[in-house]
């Protein structure tokens, strides 16, 4: 088994990735279960979320957590428990998940990476309001409902046309 080695950094930046299980298509379905959970661990567990994007299967997002605190962990526990809780019963479950008493909604673990520096957030924030593009959701990122890029083209750091296919009726001359 990978010894797996988690990056913490009180008051840091983080990109994660959080995947549900076999990639069901459950979120954005249940989209306004998924902003319940995330609610609820904000009320006690604040944290700013500066990029965010939710597809069917699986989200991205970059959150800076507050000064003195690096307990990214526990926040996506609560955040899996809350939404899984808030589902009906009767998704597969795996023998090995079935006998601790869990369910088959995510993914066990979650990918991050502690975000280094101006370019590398960009680069993070562009890959994740990109992402719907890159799966084939929609050909624009602004057309994609389930993402903060609406919200960053608002406070500027987007046009509202950023990574859209050219337009074949304009004449580019």
């Known amino acids: 088994m990978p010894n797996y080695r988690r990056m913490y950094l009180k008051g840091g930046c983080f990109f994660f990735t959080v995947v549900t299980e076999a990639r069901r298509p459950l979120l954005t379905r249940n989209i306004e279960l998924l902003q319940f959970a995330f609610r609820k661990v904000l009320e006690r567990y604040p944290f700013c979320i500066d990029g965010f994007v939710v597809l069917p299967d699986h989200l991205h997002c970059i959150w800076t ?10 926040r996506w526990r609560l955040i899996k428990h ?6 009906k019963k009767g998704e597969y479950i795996a023998n090995n998940r079935s006998s601790r008493g869990e369910r088959g909604i995510w993914q066990r673990r979650f990918w991050e990476h502690l975000i280094q520096h101006e370019k ?13 593009v890159k799966h084939g959701y929609v050909k624009r990122p602004c057309d994609w409902p389930y993402s903060t890029f609406r919200k960053c083209v608002r406070s500027g750091l987007y046009e509202l046309d950023w990574a859209s296919p050219p337009d074949p009726n304009m004449d580019y001359e």
Do not use: E, M
């Open 82 to 87: 809350h939404f899984s809780r808030g589902l």
């Open 120 to 132: 590398d957030y960009q680069r993070h924030l562009d890959y994740i309001h990109f992402n719907p």
């Open 65 to 74: 957590l507050p000064r003195g605190d690096d307990d990214y962990a526990n």
